[in-house]
């Protein structure tokens, strides 16, 4: 049973981050008046890179004991190129996250909303609505491979993509998870035809995992033309999953579909709640327009209703949602990026308003 009493983590980071995060806790309390929720939201400064200038390092040593206990970060974004090169902030922070708690789960939903237009002609809300799974952990990311022979005319440069049996299926398992409380429908990212023996060992376990999911349909697509769908028919797909490299591809090019870079969320997730997830939206820190207000907090309330959804709460997610679609069909409440002239704050109150 899901708890009704909730104990986030809440870490604004750098740039827009500390704009939007406001707006996101504002419309869960609004959640948690409407639906009898309980949260307590404890705010760390670490993970950004103002933490750095002072201390010389993304975050505390002991950065897991501060946030380790809590059911879930919420979190904004972090990064600042001008004072902190972009991998030195990635890896001290969200890298982190993502490797000691686990968070094998990148989940993305690329869905088009009210007054967003998307670059793919003649698209309107309701025609794209899909989740993009990605493996988190493994893959083709691995560090193992190297150099022969460097800078000789003999250069030799490997690198290898590592699938286990445990891996696969823990990813295959939650989108087949996923797709049965959705529409029933998921597609698989392959590249049997070309990468001859990881691709087939995925092929493989996907049609081994079905044989759980009779309910489920499963249709498999090479990534090259699986890419040139989402553009040509994202109205096929629902539930989509991909190995590590390919759902990152994925994952960008579906929300780019939907229109703008503001209003995508994303979760980093450890499905058995062992470690605490991760909810933030997919845009960074943002600087050419931080501290001027005009961000757009979608992309952050929309990570709140997917924690939500994670923490066990479909109902309350769901009245977000439905309050972020009534709030872009009004003009007046859009902002910048999508035409409008609202300011952030103007945004989340009224998104919070209509929970
Ligand atoms: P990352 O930090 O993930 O590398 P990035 O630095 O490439 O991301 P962003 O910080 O997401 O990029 O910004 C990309 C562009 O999108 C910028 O022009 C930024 O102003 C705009 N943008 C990003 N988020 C928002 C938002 N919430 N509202 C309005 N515009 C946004
Ligand atoms: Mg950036």
């Not at 639906?35 to 002072?54: A, I, P, T, V």
């Not at 070309?194 to 996907?206: A, F, K, L, N, Q």
Request: hydrophobic content about 40%; overall charge negative.
């Amino acid at each position: 049973m899901a708890s009704n009493k909730m104990n986030i983590a809440v870490i604004p980071g750098d740039g827009i981050g500390k704009e939007v995060v406001p707006e996101g806790v504002r419309v869960l309390n609004a959640a948690a008046t409407k639906y009898g929720l309980d949260f307590n939201f404890d705010e760390f400064h670490f993970s950004s890179c103002d933490y750095y200038k002072q201390h010389g390092q993304m975050m505390p040593d002991n950065w897991k004991d501060q946030i380790g206990g809590h059911d879930a970060i919420f979190f904004g974004a972090v990064g600042w190129p001008d004072t902190v090169p972009d991998h030195v902030s990635l890896w001290g922070s969200l890298l982190q996250f993502r490797r000691e708690f686990d968070q094998y789960v990148s989940l993305r939903p690329a869905k088009l909303m009210p007054g967003v237009t998307s670059p793919l002609a003649g698209r309107g809300p309701g025609d794209i609505d899909m989740m993009i799974v990605r493996e988190n952990t493994e893959g083709e990311y691995s560090s193992i491979g190297g150099r022969m022979f460097p800078g000789t005319d003999r250069e030799i440069v490997m690198q290898e993509t590592v699938m286990s049996r445990v891996g696969v299926d823990r990813i295959l398992r939650y989108a087949f998870d996923l797709a049965r409380k959705r529409g029933g429908k998921l597609t698989s990212a392959t590249k049997s035809n070309g990468i001859s023996i990881t691709m087939p060992y995925w092929d493989e376990r996907v049609l081994e995992m079905q044989k759980t999911y009779p309910d489920v349909t499963v249709d498999k697509y090479h990534i090259d033309i699986l890419a040139a769908m989402f553009v040509l028919h994202p109205d096929r797909f629902d539930v989509v999953v991909g190995s590590n490299l390919f759902g990152d591809i994925l994952s960008d090019l579906g929300p780019a579909c939907t229109g703008t870079i503001g209003i995508a969320p994303s979760g980093n997730i450890n499905p058995e709640r062992k470690f605490p997830s991760l909810f933030e939206p997919v845009h960074g820190s943002a600087p050419d327009i931080a501290g001027k207000g005009i961000a757009n907090p979608i992309g952050q309330i929309w990570s709140g209703a997917m924690m939500l959804e994670h923490l066990g709460h479909p109902e309350a997610a769901q009245g977000i949602m439905t309050a972020i679609e009534s709030t872009l069909t009004d003009p007046a409440l859009r902002t910048g990026d999508l035409g409008g002239t609202a300011d952030t704050i103007t945004c989340g109150k009224a998104i919070a308003a209509a929970v």
